[in-house]
């Protein structure tokens, strides 16, 4: 129906076409946004619990395991209600090193610790774009993840250019591990790769193919704002 508007008003010939193009793409908008819609429930569920662990404590009863076996093991008189609070901090450090021809060598170092042992759904997830790039996401938790990159990025146009392109080779190590464990005795997990980036103003684009040790070849997509 709007297309056929459009070209009773006698609009440009590729009018109709871009309208096409466009209602296309607020269709798979308004698809996503439902599907998000859906799940929204689900997600305030689990964004109440996460506040709930940060809390003191004071008349609440939380626990590790899931509701169903914590009600079967009282129901055992075998488990006593635990009250604790528990705090999860995050480090993150970036430097960067300008090189020849414009070349940036950038460093990351990434911290994630929880202040007591916590649940598997709220421990650190190793793995991933974020922090070790070749390793699917989930490869594995703990309850303290450390994680380190070097990447060195080179830009193929001009920075003088409202849009840039550049290709980067980095570098990943990552761990992580539980409450009891000691850090120098854990294992680094090591990624390596390349890729491609382009950025406008604040917007950055970038695909990545990451080859992790002992895990196999992984590609890496994303898209944001950069501050």
Same mark, same amino acid.
């Given at each position: ?15 109709? /076409? ?29 964004? /109440?619990?996460?506040?709930? %662990? *940060? ?58 610790? &929880? ?21 699917? *996401? ?6 303290? %993840?450390? *994680? ?5 990025? &080179? ?13 980067? /080779?980095?570098?990943? *190590? ?17 990624? %390596? ?14 695909? &990545? ?19």
């Amino acid at each position: 129906e709007l297309v056929a508007q459009l070209r009773r008003r006698r609009l440009p010939p590729h009018a109709p /076409a871009l309208a096409c193009h466009v209602v296309g793409h607020v269709d798979r908008f308004l698809d996503v946004a439902a599907r998000f819609l859906e799940h929204l429930p689900h997600l305030a569920r689990h964004v /109440a619990r996460v506040l709930l %662990l *940060a809390e003191e404590g004071d008349g609440e009863e939380v626990r590790h395991l899931p509701e169903e076996h914590h009600r079967e093991q009282e129901h055992a008189g075998k488990l006593e209600p635990l009250r604790y609070k528990t705090a999860k901090t995050e480090l993150e450090a970036n430097g960067y090193l300008g090189l020849y021809r414009g070349n940036v060598l950038a460093v990351r170092a990434l911290r994630e610790d &929880m202040s007591r042992p916590a649940p598997p759904y709220f421990k650190s997830i190793l793995g991933g774009a974020g922090n070790l790039r070749g390793f699917r *996401a989930g490869h594995s938790i703990g309850d303290t %993840l450390v *994680a380190g990159s070097v990447e060195l990025r &080179m830009p193929l146009s001009s920075p003088l250019n409202i849009a840039t392109f550049g290709a980067s /080779a980095f570098v990943d *190590a990552a761990t992580a591990h539980d409450k009891g464990q000691i850090f120098r005795d854990q294992q680094f997990r090591k990624g %390596l790769g390349a890729g491609l980036w382009a950025s406008a103003a604040v917007f950055r684009i970038s695909l &990545m193919f990451a080859h992790g040790i002992g895990a196999g070849n992984r590609v890496h997509s994303g898209a944001g704002f950069t501050f």
